[in-house]
């Protein structure tokens, strides 16, 4: 059950990304349209940064989860192959 939250929550980061790439051009094209091309470009410059920023965030909480998950089956296989305690 775990595992499918994690994995929902992954596909949701990634539609998020893509409706937040789709807003940053349609914005940026909206505002190169009214205010110049000078406006348009560094509002999509902006919000490509934004856009890749909260991404990669969300995209690190979700995958340390499971790099977590594998350490530490990694240091129980460790163990018990060394005669470890446990």
Same mark, same amino acid.
């Given at each position: 059950?775990?595992?499918?939250?994690?994995?929902?929550?992954?596909?949701?980061?990634?539609?998020?990304?893509?409706?937040?790439?789709?807003?940053? =051009?349609? =914005?940026?094209?909206?505002?190169?349209?009214?205010?110049?091309?000078?406006?348009?470009?560094?509002?999509?410059?902006?919000?490509?940064?934004?856009?890749?920023?909260?991404?990669?965030?969300?995209?690190?909480?979700v995958?340390?989860?499971?790099?977590?998950?594998?350490?530490?089956?990694a240091?129980?296989?460790?163990?018990?192959?060394?005669?470890?305690?446990?």
């Amino acid at each position: 059950m775990r595992e499918i939250v994690i994995r929902m929550f992954d596909a949701l980061v990634l539609v998020l990304m893509i409706l937040m790439v789709a807003g940053t =051009l349609v =914005l940026s094209v909206l505002r190169y349209n009214s205010e110049g091309a000078v406006v348009g470009v560094v509002t999509f410059c902006f919000g490509f940064v934004i856009t890749l920023l909260v991404g990669g965030v969300l995209f690190t909480i979700v995958n340390i989860h499971d790099n977590s998950k594998r350490s530490a089956d990694a240091l129980e296989k460790l163990t018990k192959r060394l005669g470890g305690s446990e």
